[in-house]
């Protein structure tokens, strides 16, 4: 088989964080708690009825713009994209054509590869049709009306997994600017592709587009699928038609839905109920303020996590992916470095906390949090407390099994954590002479061991260790177990 290029570029779709509708004041719930719930005669395209624009969600979209690094017009316009379908109420839809709020812009992959993004606009998302019965669809308005915000982007991918890395990043940015929630699981966020497949040199294969493609694994699936099903039929000889199919979650493969030999034709016009908008008028948009106020976006959070504490890239996904997660920890930290200076420890103890904060928290902490179903604003452990127990870790005054307990616990009910340690007995004893105490005590009721281990039987120390763990225990108190391996040692040599 010879090579073949893979020639990707993406429709995004994302529905915005508004209270209201695109064009008017009925409430934006796109699921709804019945059919039909939210909707008005604006939304349903009542004679008479004149649309006005929502300028949040035109501050939104100018949100994403700067936050990719595109181009954020001056004059931008709204135009009618002309189509019948059932569940459009107006028979047309209220989009952008010529003059988008958003030209340009990029997102750099993990791999340094940059894709282009051709253009952001803003439109009005269509109904949803159910089809109960054979022969019948019933039409939810609901979603008619959400503020919509499409992204396109210029054919520069050329894998399924650069799609899906692209998609997860652009995800990750409309959270971050509260664009949108971007759920795909809920229809927030969908994906659309458009894939061609060609002989490496050769020009751009027939395009075939993918349309509403709901997961991340249905990215990499659909794509994967469209390819190999290209490179099949080139090799037989067959012509690849240009249509436009639809991805099949359970069979895991693409289906043709209708075919697209011209482009289609919506005869768009501006929209002649909606004034032009401008940027930076008065009373209107002010870029630079919107600008002003965009947060740490997530590949500068993901290289700062990087250099700042350590993390390596998995890491520092893992806490990019859920930004309560990153303040979380950030807070933790703040809080530890404060309890090991107040412990009045050593630069060598400062490092080894921030190496344990990190350790505990994406393996224990995330991974209690996980089996207990919980998100991170309503765990019961603080970042604080969390940090104590870091604190109380590199001052030995725990041990890493002590640790876990008291993790736990934490994680469960939250409380003191000095507090439970002292009720559990999880506090490792300080005091050299109350060991040394025990130890001259199980000296005596272990007698025969003790005496195999001076005459030079390493194997018995551990026993011996257990032994005085046990009798601390039995004291309501713990005891480090390497300390107690130097004191028995030391008793050796005696």
């Known amino acids: 088989m010879s090579e073949y290029k893979l020639t990707v570029g993406l429709e995004i779709h994302a529905e915005l964080n508004t209270n209201s509708k695109m064009f008017c004041d009925s409430p934006n719930h796109p699921a709804g708690d019945a059919p039909n719930q939210f909707i008005c005669p604006v939304c349903m395209a009542h004679p008479g009825t004149l649309p006005v624009i929502n300028m949040a969600a035109v501050e939104h979209v100018v949100r994403v713009g700067l936050a990719i690094g595109g181009t954020i017009n001056e004059y931008t316009q709204f135009d009618r994209k002309n189509y019948f379908y059932p569940d459009l109420p107006k ?45 019948t669809s019933l039409v939810d308005f609901n979603r008619a009306g959400v503020p919509l915000m499409e992204l396109v982007t210029e054919p520069d991918i050329s894998s399924a997994e ?77 012509a690849i038609v240009q249509e436009t199919r639809g991805w099949d979650e359970i069979k895991n493969l693409t289906y043709s839905q209708r075919i697209k030999e011209d482009a289609h034709d919506y005869r768009y ?10 940027m930076n008028v008065p009373g209107g948009i002010q870029v630079a303020e919107v600008e002003k ?3 740490e976006l997530p590949r500068a959070k993901r290289e ?16 990019v992916r859920d930004r309560a997660l990153a303040n979380y920890f950030e807070q933790a930290d703040s809080d530890l470095q404060a309890w090991l200076t ?15 904060l990190k350790n505990y928290l994406l393996s224990d902490v995330v991974g209690l949090m996980t089996a207990q179903g919980k998100e ?82 390493d194997s018995t120390l551990q026993y011996l260790v257990g032994m005085t763990m046990k009798a601390v225990k039995a004291k309501g108190q713990s005891a480090n177990p390497q300390k107690l391996q130097e004191l028995w040692k030391q008793e050796r040599a005696n």
């Open 91 to 135: 028979g047309y839809q209220i989009s952008q054509y010529k003059h988008p709020i958003v030209s340009g812009g990029s997102i750099t992959l993990k791999s340094g590869k940059v894709i282009r993004v051709t253009r952001v606009h803003l439109e009005e998302d269509t109904g949803r049709l159910s089809h109960a019965d054979a022969g």
């Open 376 to 457: 991170w604003d309503h765990i019961p452990m603080t970042p604080e407390n969390y940090a104590e127990l870091i604190a109380m870790l590199v001052a030995d005054k725990i041990s890493s099994r002590g640790a876990k307990d008291l993790l736990t616990e934490l994680m469960t009910n939250g409380g003191d954590p000095s507090q439970i340690v002292s009720e559990k007995g999880l506090l490792q004893v300080s005091d050299n002479t109350l060991l040394v105490n025990v130890i001259s005590e199980v000296k005596v009721s272990e007698a025969s061991a003790f005496e195999q281990f001076k005459n030079g039987n």
């Open 304 to 319: 700062r996590l990087m250099k700042e504490y350590g993390f390596d890239k998995t890491g520092a996904d893992t806490l």
């Open 162 to 238: 650069e799609a899906r890395e692209f998609a997860e990043e652009l995800q990750l940015i409309l959270r971050y600017v509260g664009a949108s929630h971007a759920r795909m699981e809920m229809g927030e966020m969908r994906v659309e592709a458009n894939i061609s497949v060609a002989p490496e040199g050769a020009p751009l294969g027939t395009k075939v587009e993918v349309k509403n493609i709901n997961s991340f694994r249905s990215v990499d699936g659909a794509i994967a699928y469209e390819y190999n099903r290209h490179v099949a039929a080139i090799e037989a000889g067959s």
């Open 342 to 356: 107040a412990e009045k420890l050593d630069d060598v103890a400062k490092e080894r906390g921030k190496k344990l």
């Open 269 to 278: 016009f501006p929209e002649p109920d909606l004034p032009p908008l401008r």
């Open 293 to 295: 106020q965009l947060p």
